[in-house]
């Protein structure tokens, strides 16, 4: 694993890895509250006591990134997640059918394909009010071809491999075959090609919780905390909005890196 | 009776906006227990036709005539699913591809056995160590835990034959079984598969190009030539088409300085004119054999068998 990935590529995954643990060991680590107002902190500059400073409400900025990781990192997923069964199933689905059921799946997806992500977010927002649930149904389905459009075309030179007519003679059914001989098989692309969706779901996740129809204050979130952090800099603290923004390009950064790296395996 | 009957069976594949014609006018039985070769060159349609009897045929070729097994007609859907899983087997060219990359040689050993058969999952990996034994596979656990690419060719092949013995079918299907193998294995690996076919009472369709092979393992021989069968070999052959094969293999007992060679190249069925699609390349033609087709007569499908005989 280790020779597949090369450096960067292990760099990348022991930075992520370090994000997730720190994320999920927040509520040691923190020194503070992440929602408790400290008007003395207010606006507050580097300090001993507060390394990032404060945002405008004196909320320590150290403790709402490391708490904050949590909705930014957790969204992306859970969109892939869905975006990748599904467009899996659809992927293999049209390629085992082929003929009409093919051509009606490619289309469709070429449909969704055009349209940005963001604008997905936006009328799922619309429709069920801001907040993470609207986001990811809205990205996921925005996510989906990009994961079917691969998968398909892997899954449509896997099904004519001779492997596939050996189970097809050996009496298994379709079903049977598609689970258990080419998923196996695709799982390579899918995971190099979900990994690479993440990256950019991570920023279209951090958009819209910028434009505000994601996450809701006051709990903590890296997109929340550019788009506050922006009044703060105005005011003479960029600590909050830089550091928000340099770690959602890192991780973007880090999860794209890992993405290539396993696709260029499979 | 017999277990598989072609009956005048031909099949025609896409091309363009027509079709074209590979396998035409087949009419082949095998019995129970029966070895019957099916001898040919490449794209004489010997693969085709072994492969259409478990309807395993190219997308939108079109079958004529009838394959006929265990007295009824070769079903389709769920019906030759049950067919494909309990009764009719195959062993393929080239295992390496045909067997699944990315799951364990005891994964594609017990499959059939667990899914088809309903054997327990413990059972199914006992009998398939006892069968890995079978076709002189010693280390049956280990090899049971190993993938694909650790085994060489010829362990491959040997573990398509325990997975095909596995379902104890009626017929098996042998498409070149020893053709992607090197020499020293060849021989070995095709001596298993008969053995154990005859101990288990399978009957065999095996298809090969090569003639000293089929000869050795099969009870009858049928050859194929653009599509057609122009010989079922029964003694001395008689067709000019297996008399130019025969002639053009070593032998071990004659030096020869150069070995004789049928001219021209072989044809498919669709590039074959009116008369005899060997006509072009036979040194017996006449021009009566540009004329028409000669029909099969007598185990053979040629104008002069009778006075070369």
Not at chain 2, 202 to 216: S, V
Not at chain 2, 220 to 245: C, S
Request: hydrophobic share 50%; with cysteine.
């Amino acid at each position: 694993m280790t020779r597949r990935l090369g450096g960067p590529g292990v760099a990348a995954a022991v930075l992520l890895a370090a994000i997730v643990a720190i994320t999920l060991l927040a509520p040691l680590l923190a020194p503070y509250n992440p929602d408790l107002p400290d008007l003395f902190n207010a606006l507050g500059g580097a300090t001993a006591a507060h390394p990032l400073g404060g945002d405008a409400l004196g909320r320590d900025v150290l403790s709402r990134l490391m708490y904050g990781a949590r909705t930014t990192l957790l969204a992306p997923v859970l969109v892939i997640c869905v975006a990748s069964a599904a467009g899996t199933t659809l992927a293999i689905v049209a390629a085992w059918a082929g003929g009409k059921v093919d051509a009606v799946v490619s289309r469709l997806l070429d449909v969704l394909f055009s349209v940005p992500g963001i604008v997905f977010a936006l009328v799922t927002v619309a429709v069920l009010g801001p907040g993470v649930p609207g986001v990811v149904i809205g990205l996921a389905v925005a996510y989906t071809p990009y994961v079917a459009r691969v998968v398909r075309s892997a899954a449509l030179r896997e099904r004519g491999l001779p492997y596939v007519a050996a189970a097809w003679v050996q009496g298994r059914s379709a079903t049977a075959i598609c689970l258990r001989h080419l998923l196996p098989n695709l799982r390579p692309i899918i995971v190099a090609q979900s990994v690479s969706a993440l990256g950019f779901a991570v920023i279209d996740v951090a958009a819209v919780s910028f434009l505000g129809l994601g996450v809701q204050p006051p709990t903590a979130d890296w997109g929340l905390m550019v788009k506050s952090g922006l009044d703060s800099a105005m005011r003479g603290q960029p600590l909050e909005a830089l550091s928000a923004g340099l770690l959602i390009a890192l991780v973007v950064a880090a999860v794209n890196l890992l993405g290539d790296r396993l696709g260029r395996q499979s | 009776m017999s277990l598989l009957t072609l009956e005048g069976f031909g099949l025609a594949v896409p091309y363009g906006r027509g079709r074209r014609t590979l396998v035409e006018q087949v009419d082949l039985t095998i019995g129970r227990g029966e070895a019957v070769g099916l001898v040919g060159e490449s794209g004489s349609g010997k693969s085709m036709t072994a492969r259409a009897v478990i309807g395993l045929t190219p997308p939108g070729a079109r079958v004529t005539g009838r394959i006929v097994f265990d007295g009824a007609e070769v079903p389709s859907g769920r019906a030759l699913r049950r067919l494909r899983a309990e009764r009719i087997a195959m062993i393929f060219q080239d295992p390496r591809a045909h067997i699944n990359p990315v799951r364990s040689v005891g994964d594609f050993l017990t499959e059939a056995m667990i899914h088809n058969l309903g054997t327990p999952v413990r059972q199914a990996s006992a009998r398939a160590v006892r069968l890995l034994k079978e076709v002189g596979i010693g280390d049956g656990e280990r090899r049971l835990r190993q993938y694909p690419h650790e085994l060489s060719g010829g362990l491959l092949q040997r573990v398509m034959i325990a997975s095909v013995l596995a379902v104890e079918p009626d017929l098996v299907l042998a498409d070149e079984p020893t053709t992607a193998l090197d020499v020293t294995s060849q021989s070995e690996v095709m001596a298993i598969l008969d053995e154990l076919r005859r101990e288990r009472g399978m009957a065999m369709l095996l298809i090969t190009h090569d003639l000293e092979l089929a000869a050795a393992t099969c009870d009858r021989l049928a050859v194929m030539y653009a599509g057609r069968i122009v010989e079922d070999i029964d003694g001395e052959p008689r067709h000019p088409y297996t008399r130019g094969l025969m002639r053009s293999r070593p032998s071990l007992e004659e030096a020869v300085h150069r070995l004789p060679v049928i001219p021209g190249r072989p044809v498919a069925a669709f590039e074959a004119g009116e008369g005899c699609a060997f006509g072009p390349r036979c040194d017996l033609a006449e021009p009566r054999c540009r004329e028409t087709r000669p029909p099969f007569v007598r185990g053979v499908a040629c104008l002069r068998a009778e006075e070369t005989a």
